[in-house]
């Protein structure tokens, strides 16, 4: 782990857990905000408004969105409380990028990762996706994988960091994203870490794990 997210490790204790209905203005809202600053840099991944209640809903549903808490409250400045971070994890490959020969069935997909810019630079997006290496492993799986905005090099220059290999980049002229990106499960591709600075209240065990498991 970076320093800075050990630093947040012991200056607050964050929290995830899975988002609920009561979480959806927050989890737009952050979404929104992180969408505007993305595309203020040039970044067209994401809708400049945001995305649609419609396409977060189901996510909610079918349990595979996180939020994480911070002891703030997080106020976005409209009177909508956001989360610190959230991501959506799930098993399900977009068609349209990963094919049969990728064998989609040996992964999880991340999607939707945003951290609210009170909390940037303190190590959650990084943390987010040890979380994330970590549930393949629980899940028995081999990878971690993700796509992103294809003309976006500072944004995959990040990825490539998190010790993400570029596989390919699928051109299609409906869609933004498309840069192809995965790593073995485990954090930071299987170097052992510290703590992750969140507590992880839907399975415990995850935190423990990382924290410990060499």
Known sequence: MHSNTVNLATRRRLTL?????????????????????????????WPAGGFPAERI??????????VIDGEDGGDGGDGTLRP????????????????????PDSALYVHKLAVARSHSGRGLGEALLDWAGLRVLAAGRRWLRLDCAKDNPGLQAYYRRQRFTHL??????????????QRPGGVRGGVPGTALPFVDRREPVLAEWAAGHA
Do not use: K
Not at 19 to 24: G, I, P
């Open 168 to 181: 390919r980049t699928v051109d299609l002229p409906h869609r933004a994203s498309g840069a192809l990106f």
């Open 57 to 66: 809903v189901p996510l909610i549903e079918e349990g595979s969105l996180y």
């Open 84 to 103: 610190a971070a959230t991501v959506a994890l799930d098993g399900d490959a977009d068609p349209e990028f990963w094919t049969p020969l990728d064998r």
């Open 17 to 45: 857990r899975r988002a609920t209905r009561d979480d959806l203005p927050g989890v737009l809202g952050l979404l929104a905000e992180t969408a505007t600053w993305l595309n203020g840099r040039g970044v067209r991944q």
